[in-house]
């Protein structure tokens, strides 16, 4: 069954985006959904994911457990193993979920972050939201007036989130899950003894 409503997916590196999603968009986008849903919103933000958990296992079951992808889009998220595969396993359950369909179901809804001059012709023959106007990462951001505009594209989104969230097709336990190959193990630098 669905245990999510909205996965965010992001990339992870560097400090802009994983502070921009953590101090604004997550938290905004979780509160204005909630409160205009008939039900309580699941919203998946990876800093749930407790210490010491297997951290691409609890990815994998959030993503194939949730209802919509929303990646926050830079040039980098399109270069994330991580990332990639998050985009690409929601886009191959659009095309399973059209059988019990008459059209395919959307399940992912980018925003952009920054720069999409330079996101893939797959990204870019989406419709996205941008949001590059309002991407200050700094928790001062919720005091300048240019937040009461951001408030509200949060709220276009939630409204648009709403509507595909109710289409979501039926869950199914075999919804695929892509993830990057394990990386090697690192070499030790001095022999043990």
């Known amino acids: 069954m669905y245990q999510y409503d909205v996965f965010i997916s992001y990339q992870r590196s ?7 999603v953590r101090n604004h968009f997550h938290p905004r986008l979780t509160e204005v959904l909630d409160n205009n849903f008939y039900r309580d919103v699941r919203v998946f933000y990876d800093d749930r994911i407790p210490t010491g958990a297997n ?16 990646p926050v ?5 399109f270069k994330d ?21 008459e059209s395919p179901p959307q399940l992912i809804y980018p925003v952009i972050f920054c720069d999409s001059w330079n996101f893939p012709d797959y990204a870019n023959a989406r419709r996205m939201r941008d949001l590059h106007k309002w991407n200050q990462p700094f928790e001062h951001f919720q005091t300048a007036p240019a937040y009461l505009d951001f408030n509200e594209q949060i709220g276009q989104i939630a409204k648009e989130l709403e509507e595909l969230i109710e289409r979501a097709p039926d869950w199914r ?13 690192k070499r ?3 022999p043990r003894f």
């Open 14 to 20: 560097g400090k802009d985006v994983p502070s921009w």
């Open 55 to 70: 951290w691409p296992e609890q990815l994998r079951s959030a993503l194939q457990r949730s209802r919509v992808l929303v």
């Open 73 to 77: 889009c830079s040039p980098k998220y």
């Open 81 to 101: 193993e991580w990332c990639l595969a998050e985009w690409h396993s929601m886009a191959e359950r659009e095309v399973l979920g059209q059988d019990s369909q």
């Open 173 to 185: 336990d075999d919804w695929p899950v892509l993830t990057p190959a394990p990386e090697p193990p």
């Open 188 to 190: 030790a630098r001095m």
